[in-house]
């Protein structure tokens, strides 16, 4: 007999016994619901055996890595249900990813809508027929024959990587089907019991543009028909958020054929863009920062010494200017070491905080461009902050007040991620146990809760990372704290203490939107286009019933314009019924009717986004009541 631990006692099983087992004599429930396991930490099948004392934890489809040996079994049955299909088309890879799965295929002809009908068909077969997922191993060589065989070129090829290493080769078989895979999986195929092929896209093999276009057919499962019906309505409604729908609806941005990955600002999105700036500016200056901006093309000198010369050339946009070699600013960084070296400083001056809206240029493949969320161009609303070891604490803390106030303006709430020591780091381990410490007793204090995200530190320091939901419920990551140890030593900064010695300062780089384009495109997906009142690039349109009203609806325009107001007539000669729908669609916050009764009163008909109308109002009250909601950045 062995001993294992579960999570609340210990039992004794006979030895050889399978973890599939062991759920089964806990309770049918768990046994239906189990995906995989955790043998002393290390995941891996139902069913492996067990031989000597162990913990064992069970996974389900509500645990990540349960989800993900789902979703990886559910790719496995894509895999065969294609094969079956087209035997002649030619496997790539296929992983579980976030919310679903994906496989690669060299196909002759382009899957269709059709094609992804016929093979969800054949995939519902496969998971009826129950099919074991069996584990083996195959000497390298038998691999390499076994796919060269079967002409499987992309399946050869990493096999061939693999037999380097001079180990086994692991697969997993489901009845006819054997597929190149390391695990884990879930038992059977009966288990994937809703899924849905979501779209078919191209994609490079291995991700570079030098290889062969293969078709990537994405899809997702879940364990309950009524999960993957909500989570395919989520879908269907962040369709209709898409910002770049919604951009080019709303005349906010485009990106044309002629600048990929470089975004058009249009005039309702200058106006959104300038608004979103004039907050941030007002803000900051709240928070005690002074503003710098430093140029965007600097020389391979000052790129050599911040390491980005070495490290990240491949993504710059460089030239040469007299001889000299120059690159387009990734990062503001460097640029805001040469601003604080440009005077002494004192520890009297400390902490200095630099806020700066400065254009980078990242060269991104262009597979992974994608509207304002990945861009070639952004502009970051980058801060530094010089401080010393013994202010760090606290500036954190201001950090994270502001990113606080920020945030509860759109609505949007947030979770904490630590994210500690890489093993490629620089600097004494004690500076990093001591900064690290430091982020984590600075969030405890104010209340709030974080994970860690072990290792995953940038080189030069932790930080801490803010993963934003919006109203949907989708994560985005936007704000960091970065603490950097590093970039103080590298260009040599001081200050002067209270000793008269010269010190070093600690700094934290912070960004709390991201990049402004980016955080437009997440604002815009969270309001649906539909933006608040004090955000709205047009707050409110007046529309005259006939043209005789045109004069009055003009006076109201002129009135509330005095007062701030972005506000327009809609002067066309039109019925109201369609001026009204325009507007809608336009999704103006406030709509003004000016008909005879309105033009003798001085007054206008009240329609509000959302709510209709809300009655007849003079003039001055609507001011009123709109600069309210505009001052107070009211969400509605």
Not at 302 to 318: A, V
């Amino acid at each position: 007999m062995i001993k294992v631990k579960l999570r609340d006692d210990i039992r004794e099983f006979p030895e050889g016994v399978s973890v599939l087992d062991i759920a089964k004599s806990i309770g049918a429930g768990l046994y239906k619901a189990a995906c995989l396991a955790k043998v002393d930490g290390k995941t891996c099948d139902l069913r492996t055996t067990l031989n000597s004392d162990c913990e064992v934890e069970i996974l389900t489809f509500d645990d990540d890595d349960g989800k993900r040996a789902f979703r990886h079994t559910a790719s496995h049955i894509l895999a065969q249900a294609v094969k079956r299909l087209y035997p002649d088309v030619k496997l790539a890879i296929g992983p579980a990813i976030d919310n679903g799965f994906y496989y690669d295929f060299d196909a002759d002809e382009p899957f269709t809508p059709e094609d992804l009908e016929k093979i969800e068909a054949e995939m519902k077969k496969i998971v009826k027929e129950g099919l074991v997922l069996e584990h083996f191993e195959m000497a390298p060589q038998d691999a390499v024959k076994y796919y060269e065989e079967r002409g499987e070129i992309y399946k050869v090829e990493l096999v061939k990587e693999h037999a380097d290493k001079g180990e086994n080769i692991s697969f997993y078989k489901q009845g006819e089907f054997t597929e190149l895979c390391a695990g884990p999986h879930i038992p059977d195929t009966s288990r994937v019991k809703a899924f849905k092929l979501t779209s078919c896209t191209g994609a490079y093999w291995r991700g570079s543009e030098k290889n062969k276009m293969l078709q990537r057919i994405y899809g997702t499962a879940f364990t309950k028909q009524s999960d993957l019906d909500a989570y395919l309505e989520a879908i269907e409604e962040a369709k209709k958020r898409d910002h770049r729908k919604l951009g080019k609806e709303l005349g906010l941005f485009a990106i044309l054929d002629e600048g990929p990955g470089f975004p058009f600002f249009l005039p309702n999105g200058m106006i959104l863009r300038n608004t979103l700036i004039d907050y941030w500016r007002e803000v900051h200056k709240k928070y005690g920062y002074v503003e710098i901006s430093t140029p965007m093309m600097l020389n391979r000198a000052l790129w050599e010494r911040s390491g980005h010369w070495d490290h990240y050339k491949e993504n710059m946009y460089t030239t040469v200017i007299d001889g000299t070699d120059f690159a387009i600013k990734p990062m503001n960084c460097p640029g805001g070491m040469l601003v604080y070296k440009l005077q002494p400083h004192s520890y009297r001056d400390l902490p200095l905080r630099c806020g700066e809206l400065g254009l980078v240029h990242r060269h991104e493949l262009s597979g992974a461009l994608h509207g304002l969320f990945r861009v070639r161009c952004f502009t970051q609303d980058d801060a530094h902050i010089f401080m010393t070891w013994d202010q760090m604490k606290d500036e954190i803390k201001n950090v994270v007040k502001l990113f606080d106030e920020v945030y509860s303006v759109f609505g949007l709430t947030y979770e904490i991620e630590v994210s500690t020591m890489p093993e490629d780091h620089m600097g004494d381990i004690k500076d990093w146990d001591f900064a690290t410490e430091t982020l984590k007793t600075a969030v405890e204090e104010m209340g709030k809760t974080y994970v860690i995200n072990e290792g995953d530190g940038a080189f030069y320091g932790p930080k801490l990372d803010f993963h934003l939901s919006d109203s949907l419920g989708r994560t985005w990551q936007c704000g960091t704290i970065q603490l950097d140890m590093q970039l103080p030593e590298r260009f040599e900064l001081e200050y002067t203490g209270p000793d008269g010695e010269k010190h070093r300062p600690v700094m934290i780089h912070r960004v709390v939107l991201g990049s402004i384009e980016r955080f437009i495109g997440v604002i815009t997906e969270h309001f649906a286009g539909a933006f608040p009142l004090w955000l709205a690039p047009r707050q409110v349109i007046i529309l005259p019933i006939a043209d005789r009203h045109l004069d009055a609806a003009n006076a109201v325009m002129d009135k509330l314009a005095a007062l701030g107001i972005r506000v327009e007539v809609d002067s066309r000669s039109e019925k109201l019924g369609y001026k009204l729908r325009e507007a809608q669609l336009q999704k103006i916050p406030y709509m003004l009717v000016v008909g005879d009764k309105e033009a003798a009163d001085g007054t206008v008909s009240v329609r509000k986004r959302g709510e209709g109308d809300i009655g007849s109002m003079s003039i001055d009250d609507f001011a009123a009541l709109a600069k309210a909601d505009i001052d107070s950045k009211k969400i509605w």
